[in-house]
């Protein structure tokens, strides 16, 4: 390769790949941080100001059924649910391939959070509480 010559695309787009999911590694952690230790003022600072979160919850635990947005709010959705499983604790751990937060208690996963990023803050967070969808997390 000659000096100033670009990498060929598939070399650019893999480094582009790899920090991406790097951004989405440390994003996760830093929630799943907030969350453990239940530092929600944390939890703002990870979130991007038009941050949207899904619950499935499957109609089997109570839940909205519309996306929730803004950081106010998703911290709310997440303290209330937190406050469900006071000993739940949010461990990293790969969720369809690509990061995520299993949260536990010492008998059950009552949740499964994956995240999108967007600008190195969290801009979409989908929460599964479905017992359903559990029910193989907790096998």
């Not at 991406?20 to 994003?27: G, K, L, S």
């Not at 709310?76 to 604790?89: G, K, Q, S, Y």
């Not at 369809?96 to 299993?102: D, R, S, V």
């Amino acid at each position: 390769m000659t000096l100033g010559r670009r990498a060929p695309w598939p070399l650019r787009a893999r480094a582009a790949a790899q920090a991406e999911a790097r951004r989405q590694r440390i994003a996760v952690r830093a929630l799943a941080y907030a969350c453990d230790e239940r530092d929600f003022s944390r939890i703002v600072r990870v979130l991007h100001p038009d941050a949207v979160l899904v619950i499935d919850s499957g109609g089997r635990v109570p839940a909205p059924l519309d996306p929730v947005g803004g950081r106010a709010r998703i911290v709310d959705m997440l303290v209330r649910f937190l406050d469900t499983h006071p000993e739940a604790v949010a461990v990293e751990c790969p969720v369809n391939g690509e990061p995520g937060i299993a949260l536990h208690t010492s008998q059950d996963i009552v949740g499964v959070l994956t995240v999108g990023v967007r600008a190195e803050r969290i801009s979409r967070l989908w929460l599964v509480v479905n017992p359903d969808k559990l029910r193989a997390w907790n096998a």
